[in-house]
């Protein structure tokens, strides 16, 4: 199916592909992915940004006395789910939310990225991702409840005997595919029941579109097996938690600008001070890219998580790496975010810090090239290595911060992740877990 162009060609293969309803999707502030869904008889009006939803039901939005919001859909974004009921086919569009005089809004996950976007192309740059989504598919009980059970023992790039799991991550490769999506690779991850699919770079706009239906789909399709997916962080204790890696470069007059053939670690300067912009603003982040309580549990030492701030050329325990591959395929891989991230905040973020660091020249000191987990305190000290946020808590006092951040992500959503982020915390502290009544609940 060729990519529409504009409004007009975007009505014209809905009729062609016998779509009966089209699903405007959009994302709320956390990430969650919500929908308008309208009959065939509307879809002209729907693309011309006519569908008004009520804002103030959507969290982190707008108040009840100011609730009506428009959705933009953006023609490119057509896609066709392939599957097909007796109720007929169904599309999905991705849509920018506006304002009901049509302006953008503050609050719009999709603009924000847009707009840091185009802050780069006014410099001349073009930002590509490729984005690496783990997930964990488990079994349902007896009456459809998700469970933290599977079937699977396989490990690292297993060939195990075909289950359900396979077949499955096998069947969602298959649907991306076929819905116009770039799927580089996917493979069975370490821990049992871990999996992942790799997608090719593409524009930031674009690859955060992808990494959100592509949440969909991943757990459409796992029902469709009689499978739970999850892509919580860290389901299991003592396995490998979720991370949703980011591959990405800055290419100028069609050039990859992190490249210099004759520099050092063939790394230009440009690109250094891009890797610094992310290292500067990497705690301050963590609470867009690891937006969970869960996620931290995730960031400790021993299960291939970053834990420190710091970049490598090689290794794979400081926060960024440089891809083994030089000219065109020079790449940084941003190791921090997890997938329980709103993908849009999480690129507007760290393009937003690199392009900062590019800014000021910025520099992100020598590589550590050392197994950062086994070092001593007094070590990573000297290096001047630190510590990523040890908690959500921590990891809001670190965003809190950084006014940089805030500034880019506007006061609206900024405030918005602040005051829901603490309300979390503040319910997580408050609960008595199983783990402190299996501890102290006999012995005190």
Same mark, same amino acid.
């Given at each position: ?260 053939? %004759?520099? &050092?670690?063939?790394? !230009?300067? +440009? /690109? ?7 290292? $500067?603003?990497? =705690? ?116 809190? %911060?950084? &006014?940089?951040?805030? !500034?880019? +992500? /506007? ?7 602040? $005051?829901?982020? =603490? ?22």
């Amino acid at each position: 199916m060729a990519e529409p162009t504009d409004t007009q060609h975007a009505l014209e293969l809905a009729k062609q592909e016998r779509v009966r309803f089209l699903r405007l999707q959009f994302t709320d502030i956390q990430g969650s992915i919500k929908n308008v869904e309208v009959p065939e008889h509307q879809f002209k009006r729907a693309l011309d940004g006519q569908v008004v939803f009520d804002g103030s039901s959507i969290d982190g939005f707008f108040r009840v006395e100011e609730s009506d919001m428009l959705l933009m859909p953006d023609p490119a974004t057509f896609r066709v789910f392939p599957w097909e009921d007796r109720r007929g086919k169904v599309a999905r569009m991705i849509c920018d939310v506006r304002l009901p005089d049509g302006s953008s809004f503050a609050g719009c996950p999709r603009t924000v990225l847009k707009n840091v976007v185009q802050e780069a192309a006014q410099k001349g740059f073009k930002f590509l991702a490729g984005l690496e989504v783990e997930f964990f598919l488990f079994l349902r009980g007896a009456d459809g409840q998700a469970t933290r059970i599977t079937h699977d023992v396989g490990g690292y790039f297993d060939l195990a005997p075909v289950d359900r799991g396979e077949e499955a991550r096998r069947d969602m490769v298959s649907t991306l595919e076929r819905m116009g999506f770039q799927v580089e690779a996917a493979h069975h991850e370490v821990a049992p029941g871990q999996h992942e699919i790799d997608f090719k770079l593409e524009d930031a706009v674009a690859a955060a579109d992808t990494i959100s239906t592509c949440r969909f789909l991943v757990r459409k399709i796992a029902l469709d097996h009689g499978l739970h997916a999850t892509f919580m962080p860290k389901p299991l204790f003592g396995q490998n938690g979720l991370g949703m890696n980011v591959y990405q470069a800055l290419y100028k007059s069609g050039k990859n600008a992190f490249h210099d053939p %004759k520099a &050092k670690y063939r790394l !230009s300067d +440009l /690109g250094l001070s891009y890797i610094a912009g992310l290292l $500067e603003h990497a =705690r301050g982040m963590a609470v867009i890219t690891n937006p969970l309580v869960n996620s931290y549990k995730r960031l400790v030492p021993n299960y291939e998580a970053p834990t420190h701030v710091a970049w490598s050329e090689m290794n794979r325990s400081p926060l960024i790496r440089l891809s083994s591959r030089r000219g065109e395929g020079t790449l940084c891989e941003f190791r921090l975010p997890d997938p329980a991230c709103n993908p849009y905040l999480c690129l507007a973020a760290i393009l937003r810090s690199g392009l900062e660091g590019i800014r000021v020249k910025s520099s992100p000191g020598a590589p550590v090239n050392k197994d950062i987990y086994t070092m001593s305190q007094r070590e990573r000290s000297r290096l001047r290595v630190q510590n990523l946020p040890g908690d959500l808590s921590e990891a809001i006092r670190a965003f809190e %911060k950084d &006014k940089f951040l805030q !500034s880019a +992500l /506007g006061p609206h959503i900024s405030n918005h992740i602040v $005051e829901a982020k =603490r309300s979390e915390w503040q319910e997580y502290i408050g609960q008595v877990h199983p783990w402190e009544l299996e501890r102290y609940l006999a012995y005190y």
